[in-house]
Protein backbone atom coordinates (compact mmCIF):
# COMPACT_ATOMS: atom_id res chain seq x y z
CA UNK A 1 0.00 0.00 0.00
CA UNK A 2 1.91 2.66 -1.16
CA UNK A 3 0.56 4.32 -4.39
CA UNK A 4 -1.15 6.98 -3.09
CA UNK A 5 -2.29 10.21 -4.05
CA UNK A 6 -2.76 13.95 -1.69
CA UNK A 7 -5.40 16.29 -3.11
CA UNK A 8 -5.14 19.58 -2.94
CA UNK A 9 -7.42 21.97 -1.93
CA UNK A 10 -6.66 24.48 -5.25
CA UNK A 11 -5.89 22.70 -8.14
CA UNK A 12 -7.05 19.06 -7.37
CA UNK A 13 -3.19 17.43 -8.05
CA UNK A 14 -0.62 15.32 -5.46
CA UNK A 15 1.91 17.65 -4.17
CA UNK A 16 5.33 17.67 -5.02
CA UNK A 17 7.86 16.02 -2.56
CA UNK A 18 9.03 19.40 -1.69
CA UNK A 19 5.87 20.84 -1.15
CA UNK A 20 4.52 18.30 1.76
CA UNK A 21 6.66 20.03 4.42
CA UNK A 22 3.85 22.20 4.32
CA UNK A 23 1.57 19.88 3.97
CA UNK A 24 0.72 19.84 8.05
CA UNK A 25 0.27 23.09 9.90
CA UNK A 26 1.01 23.31 13.91
CA UNK A 27 -2.74 23.04 15.80
CA UNK A 28 -3.04 25.95 18.64
CA UNK A 29 -1.86 24.52 21.92
CA UNK A 30 1.04 22.07 22.96
CA UNK A 31 1.17 19.92 20.09
CA UNK A 32 -0.28 18.19 16.87
CA UNK A 33 -0.75 19.65 13.40
CA UNK A 34 -3.37 19.30 10.69
CA UNK A 35 -4.11 19.17 7.16
CA UNK A 36 -7.07 19.48 5.03
CA UNK A 37 -5.34 18.83 1.53
CA UNK A 38 -5.35 14.99 1.98
CA UNK A 39 -7.83 12.19 0.75
CA UNK A 40 -6.92 9.27 1.97
CA UNK A 41 -9.63 7.05 0.09
CA UNK A 42 -6.89 7.62 -2.91
CA UNK A 43 -3.46 5.69 -2.95
CA UNK A 44 -0.56 8.25 -1.61
CA UNK A 45 2.36 8.39 -3.54
CA UNK A 46 5.72 7.40 -1.11
CA UNK A 47 6.93 10.82 -0.55
CA UNK A 48 3.20 11.75 0.83
CA UNK A 49 3.46 8.87 3.15
CA UNK A 50 7.19 9.62 4.32
CA UNK A 51 6.61 13.57 5.03
CA UNK A 52 2.72 12.00 6.99
CA UNK A 53 5.19 9.81 9.07
CA UNK A 54 7.94 12.68 9.21
CA UNK A 55 5.40 14.98 10.87
CA UNK A 56 3.80 11.99 13.10
CA UNK A 57 6.62 11.90 14.32
CA UNK A 58 7.26 15.59 15.04
CA UNK A 59 3.85 16.41 16.06
CA UNK A 60 2.92 13.19 17.85
CA UNK A 61 -0.70 13.83 16.91
CA UNK A 62 -2.02 14.32 13.02
CA UNK A 63 -5.50 15.86 12.04
CA UNK A 64 -6.65 14.78 8.59
CA UNK A 65 -9.85 16.71 7.88
CA UNK A 66 -12.84 16.33 5.84
CA UNK A 67 -12.17 12.04 4.80
CA UNK A 68 -14.91 9.19 4.82
CA UNK A 69 -13.56 6.46 5.04
CA UNK A 70 -14.47 2.78 5.18
CA UNK A 71 -13.25 0.15 7.79
CA UNK A 72 -10.97 -1.23 4.96
CA UNK A 73 -9.27 2.28 3.85
CA UNK A 74 -8.79 3.06 7.52
CA UNK A 75 -7.15 -0.35 8.23
CA UNK A 76 -5.04 0.01 4.78
CA UNK A 77 -4.24 3.75 6.00
CA UNK A 78 -2.98 2.76 9.92
CA UNK A 79 -0.97 -0.51 9.21
CA UNK A 80 1.67 2.16 7.15
CA UNK A 81 2.55 2.90 10.63
CA UNK A 82 2.92 -1.13 11.78
CA UNK A 83 0.85 -4.17 12.32
CA UNK A 84 -2.32 -3.30 13.39
CA UNK A 85 -3.80 -4.24 17.54
CA UNK A 86 -5.87 -7.16 18.01
CA UNK A 87 -7.77 -6.58 21.07
CA UNK A 88 -9.24 -8.58 24.07
CA UNK A 89 -12.07 -5.54 25.44
CA UNK A 90 -15.18 -7.60 25.95
CA UNK A 91 -18.44 -5.67 24.96
CA UNK A 92 -21.41 -5.63 27.10
CA UNK A 93 -22.99 -9.32 25.22
CA UNK A 94 -19.66 -10.59 25.51
CA UNK A 95 -18.17 -10.40 22.64
CA UNK A 96 -15.02 -8.72 21.45
CA UNK A 97 -13.83 -5.65 19.32
CA UNK A 98 -13.13 -6.00 15.63
CA UNK A 99 -9.32 -4.57 14.59
CA UNK A 100 -11.94 -1.30 13.49
CA UNK A 101 -14.64 -1.04 16.13
CA UNK A 102 -16.65 2.21 17.58
CA UNK A 103 -15.82 4.27 20.36
CA UNK A 104 -19.79 5.21 21.34
CA UNK A 105 -22.00 6.18 23.62
CA UNK A 106 -24.63 4.22 22.21
CA UNK A 107 -26.15 1.19 24.13
CA UNK A 108 -26.87 -2.06 22.16
CA UNK A 109 -29.87 -0.85 20.61
CA UNK A 110 -28.11 2.23 19.72
CA UNK A 111 -29.49 4.30 22.07
CA UNK A 112 -27.08 7.32 23.27
CA UNK A 113 -26.76 6.64 27.47
CA UNK A 114 -25.34 8.54 30.48
CA UNK A 115 -22.85 6.54 31.07
CA UNK A 116 -21.66 4.07 28.56
CA UNK A 117 -20.33 -0.03 28.95
CA UNK A 118 -16.46 1.46 28.32
CA UNK A 119 -16.48 4.45 29.91
CA UNK A 120 -12.38 4.04 31.22
CA UNK A 121 -11.75 6.60 27.95
CA UNK A 122 -13.05 9.35 30.40
CA UNK A 123 -9.56 9.29 32.72
CA UNK A 124 -6.19 9.99 30.97
CA UNK A 125 -4.03 7.02 29.91
CA UNK A 126 -2.12 5.44 26.94
CA UNK A 127 -3.30 2.90 24.97
CA UNK A 128 -2.76 -0.43 26.63
CA UNK A 129 0.09 0.32 28.37
CA UNK A 130 -0.46 -2.73 30.39
CA UNK A 131 0.41 -5.30 28.08
CA UNK A 132 4.00 -6.00 27.44
CA UNK A 133 4.25 -4.74 23.72
CA UNK A 134 1.41 -1.33 24.12
CA UNK A 135 -0.41 0.64 21.67
CA UNK A 136 2.50 2.80 18.97
CA UNK A 137 -0.54 4.68 17.50
CA UNK A 138 -4.26 4.75 18.18
CA UNK A 139 -6.64 6.28 15.24
CA UNK A 140 -10.06 7.99 15.43
CA UNK A 141 -12.37 8.99 12.43
CA UNK A 142 -15.66 10.83 13.88
CA UNK A 143 -18.62 9.42 11.70
CA UNK A 144 -21.17 11.19 14.79
CA UNK A 145 -20.72 13.95 16.81
CA UNK A 146 -22.85 15.65 19.52
CA UNK A 147 -23.79 19.44 18.67
CA UNK A 148 -21.05 20.39 20.86
CA UNK A 149 -18.12 19.17 23.03
CA UNK A 150 -17.62 15.29 23.12
CA UNK A 151 -13.48 16.99 22.80
CA UNK A 152 -10.59 14.65 23.08
CA UNK A 153 -8.05 16.00 24.93
CA UNK A 154 -3.89 14.94 24.62
CA UNK A 155 -0.87 15.98 26.90
CA UNK A 156 2.81 15.99 25.78
CA UNK A 157 4.67 13.44 28.20
CA UNK A 158 8.07 14.74 26.56
CA UNK A 159 7.38 18.41 27.27
CA UNK A 160 5.92 17.33 31.01
CA UNK A 161 8.96 15.14 31.47
CA UNK A 162 11.43 18.23 30.34
CA UNK A 163 9.84 20.67 32.51
CA UNK A 164 9.98 18.67 35.94
CA UNK A 165 12.36 20.08 38.63
CA UNK A 166 15.69 18.48 37.98
CA UNK A 167 15.75 16.84 41.50
CA UNK A 168 12.32 14.93 40.57
CA UNK A 169 14.20 13.68 37.55
CA UNK A 170 16.87 12.28 39.35
CA UNK A 171 14.06 10.70 41.89
CA UNK A 172 12.63 9.01 38.93
CA UNK A 173 15.45 7.81 36.94
CA UNK A 174 15.44 4.21 36.47
CA UNK A 175 11.93 3.82 38.60
CA UNK A 176 9.50 1.14 36.70
CA UNK A 177 5.84 1.40 37.59
CA UNK A 178 3.22 -1.79 37.19
CA UNK A 179 0.67 -1.34 34.58
CA UNK A 180 -2.35 -3.29 35.90
CA UNK A 181 -5.90 -4.06 34.24
CA UNK A 182 -7.28 -5.12 37.01
CA UNK A 183 -6.34 -1.69 38.61
CA UNK A 184 -7.35 0.40 36.36
CA UNK A 185 -11.06 -1.40 36.35
CA UNK A 186 -11.31 -0.35 39.87
CA UNK A 187 -9.55 3.61 39.56
CA UNK A 188 -12.11 4.06 36.74
CA UNK A 189 -15.31 2.23 38.13
CA UNK A 190 -15.56 -0.02 35.27
CA UNK A 191 -16.47 -3.76 35.26
CA UNK A 192 -13.58 -6.12 37.08
CA UNK A 193 -12.38 -7.93 34.14
CA UNK A 194 -12.64 -11.59 33.99
CA UNK A 195 -10.03 -14.53 35.49
CA UNK A 196 -9.27 -14.86 31.74
CA UNK A 197 -8.66 -11.42 31.04
CA UNK A 198 -5.93 -11.19 33.89
CA UNK A 199 -4.58 -14.55 33.00
CA UNK A 200 -4.19 -12.98 28.96
CA UNK A 201 -2.78 -9.38 30.59
CA UNK A 202 -1.28 -9.92 33.68
CA UNK A 203 0.50 -6.80 35.53
CA UNK A 204 3.65 -5.82 34.21
CA UNK A 205 6.26 -2.95 35.08
CA UNK A 206 7.25 -0.35 32.64
CA UNK A 207 9.97 2.39 32.88
CA UNK A 208 8.36 5.66 34.48
CA UNK A 209 10.31 7.05 31.67
CA UNK A 210 10.20 5.86 28.38
CA UNK A 211 12.61 6.62 25.58
CA UNK A 212 10.93 7.21 22.00
CA UNK A 213 12.43 4.81 19.65
CA UNK A 214 11.91 6.90 16.76
CA UNK A 215 13.02 10.94 18.27
CA UNK A 216 15.38 9.10 21.16
CA UNK A 217 13.27 11.80 23.41
CA UNK A 218 12.39 10.94 27.08
CA UNK A 219 9.06 10.99 28.52
CA UNK A 220 6.26 10.09 31.32
CA UNK A 221 4.75 6.72 30.97
CA UNK A 222 2.00 7.25 33.21
CA UNK A 223 -1.79 7.03 33.73
CA UNK A 224 -4.77 4.91 34.84
CA UNK A 225 -3.29 1.71 34.40
CA UNK A 226 -0.17 2.86 36.60
CA UNK A 227 -1.18 1.29 39.52
CA UNK A 228 2.26 1.32 41.76
CA UNK A 229 5.70 1.41 41.56
CA UNK A 230 8.06 -1.20 41.39
CA UNK A 231 9.64 -2.02 44.87
CA UNK A 232 8.46 1.32 46.32
CA UNK A 233 5.47 1.33 49.49
CA UNK A 234 2.15 1.49 48.15
CA UNK A 235 0.85 4.47 49.34
CA UNK A 236 4.23 6.69 48.55
CA UNK A 237 4.30 4.93 44.75
CA UNK A 238 0.48 6.08 44.27
CA UNK A 239 1.37 9.57 45.91
CA UNK A 240 4.51 10.14 43.21
CA UNK A 241 1.95 8.69 40.34
CA UNK A 242 -0.57 11.08 41.51
CA UNK A 243 2.04 14.25 41.74
CA UNK A 244 3.51 12.92 38.28
CA UNK A 245 -0.29 12.91 36.72
CA UNK A 246 -0.99 16.33 38.07
CA UNK A 247 2.08 17.88 36.88
CA UNK A 248 1.67 16.35 33.41
CA UNK A 249 -2.01 17.25 32.69
CA UNK A 250 -1.32 20.71 33.39
CA UNK A 251 -2.64 23.15 30.65
CA UNK A 252 0.33 24.03 29.05
CA UNK A 253 0.98 20.34 27.71
CA UNK A 254 -2.53 20.11 26.68
CA UNK A 255 -4.33 19.84 23.27
CA UNK A 256 -8.14 19.94 23.48
CA UNK A 257 -9.43 18.26 19.96
CA UNK A 258 -12.97 19.94 18.92
CA UNK A 259 -14.04 17.42 16.25
CA UNK A 260 -15.41 18.25 13.15
CA UNK A 261 -17.58 15.28 11.02
CA UNK A 262 -14.84 13.45 9.09
CA UNK A 263 -11.54 14.12 11.26
CA UNK A 264 -9.41 11.22 11.25
CA UNK A 265 -7.00 11.79 14.46
CA UNK A 266 -4.19 9.82 15.61
CA UNK A 267 -1.80 9.98 17.83
CA UNK A 268 1.31 8.61 19.38
CA UNK A 269 0.85 6.73 22.56
CA UNK A 270 4.74 6.37 23.46
CA UNK A 271 4.91 9.85 24.41
CA UNK A 272 1.24 11.30 24.73
CA UNK A 273 -1.59 11.06 27.44
CA UNK A 274 -5.21 11.36 25.73
CA UNK A 275 -8.73 11.03 27.75
CA UNK A 276 -12.40 12.10 25.83
CA UNK A 277 -14.01 15.19 27.65
CA UNK A 278 -17.46 14.04 28.60
CA UNK A 279 -18.58 17.92 27.84
CA UNK A 280 -21.78 16.86 26.06
CA UNK A 281 -25.43 15.67 27.68
CA UNK A 282 -24.67 12.16 26.93
CA UNK A 283 -28.19 10.52 27.33
CA UNK A 284 -29.03 12.27 25.10
CA UNK A 285 -26.46 12.96 22.04
CA UNK A 286 -24.63 10.36 19.98
CA UNK A 287 -20.97 10.15 19.81
CA UNK A 288 -19.10 7.90 17.36
CA UNK A 289 -15.76 7.39 16.46
CA UNK A 290 -14.31 4.70 14.20
CA UNK A 291 -11.19 3.19 15.96
CA UNK A 292 -8.02 1.91 15.10
CA UNK A 293 -5.00 0.86 16.77
CA UNK A 294 -1.22 0.08 15.89
CA UNK A 295 0.72 -2.27 17.71
CA UNK A 296 3.94 -0.71 19.37
CA UNK A 297 6.76 -2.42 20.78
CA UNK A 298 8.65 -3.01 24.59
CA UNK A 299 9.23 0.52 26.07
CA UNK A 300 12.56 0.99 27.20
C1 LIG B 1 -9.70 6.49 23.24
O1 LIG B 1 -9.43 6.57 24.43
O2 LIG B 1 -9.07 5.72 22.48
C2 LIG B 1 -10.83 7.29 22.67
C3 LIG B 1 -10.89 8.68 23.15
C4 LIG B 1 -12.22 9.32 22.84
O3 LIG B 1 -13.27 8.65 23.01
O4 LIG B 1 -12.25 10.49 22.49
Not at 52 to 60: G, I, K, L
Not at 129 to 147: D, H, I, K, N, R
Not at 166 to 183: C, H, P, T, Y
Not at 268 to 292: P, Q, S, T, W
Request: with cysteine; glycine share 8%; charged share 25%.
Amino acid sequence: MDTLHARTATTGTAPSPSATGSLFRPLGGALGAETDALDLAQPLDAATIEAVRAAFREHHLLVIRNQTLDKERMYRFAELFGPIENHMIRLADGSKWDAVHTITNLDAAGNPVAKPFISSNYFWHTDKSFLPEPSLLTMLQAVELPPDGGDTQFADMGKAYDALPDAMKRRIEGLKSVQSLEFMRRYTGSAPPTEEDIAAAPPIAHPLVRTHPETGRKSLYIGMYSARIEGMPEEEGRGLLEELLAHATQERFLYTHKWQLGDLVFWDNRCLLHRAIANFEMGKHRRVLMRIVVKGTVPN
